[in-house]
C-alpha cells in the first residue's frame, strides 16, 4: 500500500519549488494544496481530483488577512481530516503553517523544506515549524548555522 502524502505550499516561489518534487508524486497516494490563483487553476486540468486551494491571502492585506488565515486554518483541518496523510512536506509558507500543526498534532510526519530564497535568514514559517518538523531541510549550508539540527539537502532546482 502506498504511503498517502500531502504536499502543501502557498503560491508563487514556494508552489515552484514544491513542484519541483513531482516526479516523487507517482510513488505515494498523493494530494497537492496551495491557494487559488488564476495562475493555479490550470494544475486542476492537470491534477484533478489531486488538488485543492486555499483562499490567497498574505499579511500585507491587514484588514483581511486575520479573517482569510481563520478560514485557511478551517479548511486545512477539514482537508487534513479529508486525506489524513501521513506525511505533510511543504516548501511553506504561511498556508502550509495551519496544516503542519495539525498534522503534527494528529500524527503525520512534517518535513519541511525552508526556502532556496533564504540564504542568511529564517522565514517565520520556518522559525514556528523548526521544533516541530520531524525532517527539517535546508537548500543552503550557510542556513545550518541558524537551524543546527536541519538537514543540508542542497538544491531542489
Not at 104 to 113: M, R
Not at 121 to 129: E, R
Amino acid at each position: 500500500m502506498k504511503r498517502n502524502v500531502l504536499f502543501i505550499s502557498s503560491t508563487g516561489g514556494h508552489l515552484d519549488e514544491l513542484m519541483q518534487l513531482s516526479p516523487m508524486f507517482k510513488k505515494y497516494d498523493y494530494h497537492i494544496i496551495t491557494e487559488k490563483t488564476k495562475s493555479n487553476l490550470l494544475l486542476k486540468k492537470k491534477y484533478k481530483d489531486k488538488i485543492a486551494y486555499l483562499v490567497y491571502g498574505t499579511k500585507d492585506h491587514k484588514l483581511s488577512y486575520p479573517f482569510k488565515l481563520f478560514y485557511n486554518c478551517l479548511k486545512s483541518a477539514y482537508l487534513y481530516l479529508k486525506f489524513h496523510p501521513d506525511y505533510i512536506i511543504t516548501t511553506g509558507t504561511h498556508t502550509a503553517g495551519p496544516m503542519c500543526c495539525i498534522g503534527k498534532i494528529l500524527g503525520s510526519k512534517i518535513i519541511y523544506i525552508e526556502t532556496f530564497a533564504n540564504i542568511t535568514t529564517k522565514t517565520a514559517t520556518g522559525k514556528l515549524l523548526y521544533h516541530i518538523a520531524d525532517h527539517f531541510i535546508v537548500q543552503w549550508p550557510s542556513m545550518k548555522k541558524l537551524y543546527p539540527k536541519a538537514i543540508d539537502g542542497g538544491w531542489i532546482y
